[in-house]
């Protein structure tokens, strides 16, 4: 369709194709809530859904759902030891043996409580957990989402439960998170679970994130899970005693890789503890959604995420889902929680115009608790906005 053609079309098709809103909603959850608000404005409209699975919070119900698999609950340990109630996806038609896996599930942030928020003692065991499980399902296939998580471990944790050991100089299993691998000294591999060899894993990963360095996970990531500024270099001192012992008992470099960075240097643990095959986020959703075929049949196009800022062009799907829009001429607009520093690149990035779901003063705890009809009510309000154009435009057009 031209953009003349669209902007004359009485009855608009709108893609709704949003990431999660972090700790809060989940992507199927946001696409409800949207999908409410454009129907406020535009009944007539056709909604066409483009769930952005980004490897966080509902990567594995979202595969799971464009299947036509299911969930499979799973307890495991926390990201701080507390019993945790996660979740595998197993996919259906087609990908039957396939099992998708959300770090989220078993050491996102949002199941780390407010007053213990430590990256330097989450752990990632819990990861390693669900990917034993996987296993004794039968799996034959796995695909591990990266994303929301709450840890900075390097996937020292994960290795632990999967039987990989990790000791100091003399030879003693070292504790569990970043702060513990300053003691790092040998890994082994020989107990490691036998079944791992048998597995295909890949990894959706944000591209961008690197394990070390200026933009390393650390720097980057850690204030959000709890880091104060004097907790950044040891983290950083943490992940690179990990890489330096990776590098001299495995022979990977994982230091400068991309995507190694992703979760807490998640990202680096899989590929170098599993030998798992590190992939952009996108590259994993397109196996399950056509977003091109979608994208063609669209007018307007709906993207969201929890917080727009600098950070959404490096890497994150938003900026991926403006790319592909702008190159197909079609105006994209972004519902996001709350609007940070750097957030006015985003229009270099083919993202039109972003709107918070904010409607007045209030605290973070009451915009969370209302989220859904405040995407809703905003959803409603950019619908109105471009049908009015529309309108404009016909009425010009007329005389």
Partial sequence: MTAEARRNNLHPRILLAPCGFKENLSVAELIESMARGVKAAAPDAEILRAPMADGGEGFAQTLAQLTGGCLHPVQVTGPVGQPLQAHLGLLGGAHVGTVAIEIAAAAGLRHVPVGQ???LRTTSYGVGELVREALDLGAQRLLIGCGDSGVNDGGAGLAQALGIRLSDRRGRAIGRG???????????LSGRDPRLGD???????NWDNVLLGRRGVSRVFGPQKGASPKDLAALETGLRTLAAVIRRDLAIDVRTMQGG?????????????????????????SRFLDFDALLERADLVLTAEGRIDGLTSFGKLPAEVARRAKQAGIPVVAIVGSVGHGANTMHEIGIDAYFSIVDGPGTMADAMSRAPELVA??????????LLDCQSTRKRKRE
């Fill in 199 to 205: 597995v295909s894993i890949d990894v959706a990963v």
């Fill in 117 to 119: 928020r430590d990256p």
């Fill in 377 to 386: 009510s905003a959803t409603e309000q950019v619908v109105r906005l471009a």
């Fill in 261 to 285: 960075g992703a979760s807490g240097g998640l990202g680096a643990g899989l590929h170098a503890f599993l030998g798992a095959r590190l992939c952009p986020r996108f590259a994993i959703l």
């Fill in 178 to 188: 970043c702060g513990a691998l300053d003691g790092l000294a040998h890994i082994d």
